[in-house]
């Protein structure tokens, strides 16, 4: 199985500060990752496919990069809006998730 | 537009069975995978199972695997999930999503269903 880890587990951060959120895998998935926000009580929502692509609607201050077995997640400048829980999930073999990155106040 | 409606959650005892309906409208359903994938209280997310567009293949997590059935019904645009021999940790929301393409990821995602195993 393939096991997916995410740091930092806690993101202290304020708005208008690029943050970044590494995802690593424990083998080989390829570009097949995926990158969801989730907020409390709510359903995860996409924002990136494919390691890099922006899902439709996605503000441009979030993109994605990576490949193989280390991706990041960054957003260029925060906004009030992102403060959130972001999970990856890899899709090469069946699904994983991340443990998940929570994005809070400095 | 795309909707996903999940129902069916509830309290339920251990060693118990449930069944877990999603309603999908907005896109061609008998084209498109759907997963369930689950959260328990506050805990991370959790993939359960997906089922290809035509039923015909389907995959489990490993928690699941054996208890768990996903299923289809095209004509009605609706995704199952059958839950057997229920456990405490098996007490989550559980979300149905449509996949993208190929047993991939979500690209919606409903608003989950409680389902909560206890005595």
């Known amino acids: 199985d393939i096991q997916m880890t995410q740091s930092p587990s806690t993101l202290s951060a304020s708005v208008g500060d690029r943050v970044t959120i590494t995802c690593r895998a424990s083998q080989s998935i390829s570009t097949s990752l995926a990158w969801y926000q989730q907020k409390p009580g709510k359903a995860p929502k996409l924002l990136i496919y494919?390691?890099?692509s922006l899902d439709s609607g996605v503000p441009s201050r979030f993109s994605g990069s990576g490949s193989a077995t280390e991706f990041t997640l960054t957003i260029s400048s925060l906004q009030p809006d992102d403060f959130a829980t972001y999970y990856c999930q890899q899709y090469n073999t069946y699904c994983t998730f991340g443990p998940g990155t929570t994005l809070d106040f400095k | 537009q795309v909707q996903v409606v999940e129902s069916g959650g509830g309290v339920v005892q251990p060693g118990r069975s449930l069944r877990l309906s999603c309603a999908a409208s907005?896109?061609?359903?008998?084209?498109?995978?759907m997963h369930w994938v689950r959260q328990a209280p506050g805990k991370g997310l959790e993939w359960v199972a997906v089922i290809s567009h035509d039923g015909n293949n389907k995959f489990y997590g490993d928690s699941v695997k054996g208890r768990f059935t996903i299923s289809r019904d095209n004509s009605k645009n609706m995704v199952y999930l059958q839950m057997n021999t229920l456990r405490t940790e098996d007490t989550a929301v559980y979300y149905c999503?449509?996949?993208?393409?190929?047993?991939?990821?979500?690209?919606?995602w409903g608003q989950g269903t409680l389902v909560t195993v206890s005595s």
């Open positions: 999503a449509k996949d993208a393409s190929g047993f991939s990821y979500g690209d919606y």
């Open positions: 907005g896109f061609s359903f008998s084209n498109f995978g």
């Open positions: 494919d390691a890099s």
